[in-house]
């Protein structure tokens, strides 16, 4: 009996925890604290082996958020390319047309818009400016005025489908910036057209 009895305490003894913060002797033994958190599951210890930092895992970097200048849907109906305040300028592939000497939209280009529409609200972070441009027949400040219309009715139209207003302004630029000759027919048309300014956030 007394041999088991010494089997059992050795094995109590060499199963406890024995640093100085984890443990008091009493009469020649040792009895844990009870507040011991070492390897022995006991949250409070302190001693060498237990108070090693936990290893540090790194979580993976975040993909990278999605650009419209990226986005297949765009690319269908407007070319993309970059101005100089780093905002990406989409050139509609089919000029957003209008009646004659009116911010009315064609209805033939409704589509167009509501295809880039539908892109765009893939990307609720966005800042979309619509800009009108005309060419450089008739009275400069006419010109200005319509086109600040005709942007402003695209971006009308943009948020009736569903483009959050918040993310959409507007700019008329009149005949500035120019994209073709205006001393053509066919230039002139090119430079009466709608573009839009999205600034990624």
Known sequence: MKKLIIVLACALFVGACHCAKCTTQTAGRYTNKPACCCKHKNPACRCADCAKPAPVVEEPAPAPAPKIEEDEEVATVATVKQNDLGAAVLSFKDPINFKYNSDEIDAASNA??????????????AKVRVAGYTDSLGNAAYNMDLSERRAHAVAERLVADGVPAANVSYIGYGAANPVATNKTAEGRYQNRRVELEVTNN
């Open 112 to 125: 167009t818009i509501d295809k880039v529409a539908t892109a765009l609200k893939k990307y609720p972070d």
